[in-house]
């Protein structure tokens, strides 16, 4: 099945730096996700994207629904060591059931 | 706490034997899934189960099979373990189709290993 592309694939960052990650799918969305998973647990939800251009904040995160509806942003301002993790985008295609297509992840790791 | 929890948190199997993992959400969803977490692979749907009754085939089907037990529980059965599923399973639920809200919940997740 479709996986979504997402990038970069790991991250090595200083504290205090801002990152930004993507997806990318090869269909039209209608949903966006982004979800983060700490060592040892479930991924949890961060933002959920239902319209193209939305751009939505959960504190220092910020994520964006491409305008082509084929993409999207999740940035991180300001890194602390708790946002150390796994970040996950998923989505829905447009005229699909409800199941989510999910990317492979971007491993946020902080130098010491 | 309001969620999903799945039972057990660590297994253990040789190879040939068969195990249930547990899934229990109390949170009044229709929806019920079953993914497995492979290093580098994301998440991979097993099964799901769209509403209490009806269970379907996700990407990685082979090897396994659910129960829907009713609305709040939904198993996953690996009747003869194979050292290619060793992974950590999650299970996750959602609200209906159609009421604009898709984000999962899951679950803390099942490691299996199989020796």
């Known amino acids: 099945g479709q996986q979504l592309n997402q990038s970069p694939q790991s991250m090595f960052i200083q504290e205090g730096e801002d990152v930004s990650m993507n997806c990318t799918s090869s269909s039209i969305f209608n949903t966006w996700l982004w979800y983060k998973q700490d060592p040892g647990e479930g991924p949890v939800l961060l933002i959920a994207l239902y319209k193209a251009g939305e751009l939505t904040s959960n504190g220092r995160l910020t994520a964006q629904f491409g305008i082509t509806r084929k993409d999207s942003f999740l940035n991180i301002s300001a890194s602390i060591p708790s946002d150390v993790g796994i970040y996950f985008c998923a989505g829905r295609e447009r005229f699909s059931n409800y199941q989510l297509i999910w990317g492979a992840g971007t491993k946020l790791i902080i130098k010491p | 706490n309001a969620g999903v929890t799945q039972t057990p948190k660590f297994q253990v199997l040789k190879t040939g034997q068969s195990m249930t993992l547990q899934c229990a959400q109390d949170?009044?969803?229709?929806?019920m899934y079953w993914y497995r977490q492979d290093p580098g692979m994301g998440l991979r749907l097993i099964y799901y189960?769209?509403?209490?009754?009806?269970?379907d085939k996700g990407e990685v089907p082979n090897g396994y099979n659910v129960s829907r037990l009713n609305k709040r529980e939904f198993s996953l059965r690996l009747e003869s373990a194979a050292p290619s599923q060793t992974s950590v399973y999650f299970c996750a639920s959602s609200e209906a189709q159609g009421t604009g809200h898709y984000g999962y919940t899951f679950g803390s997740g099942t490691r299996l290993t199989v020796v």
């Open positions: 949170m009044n969803h229709n929806s």
């Open positions: 189960s769209a509403s209490e009754g009806t269970t």
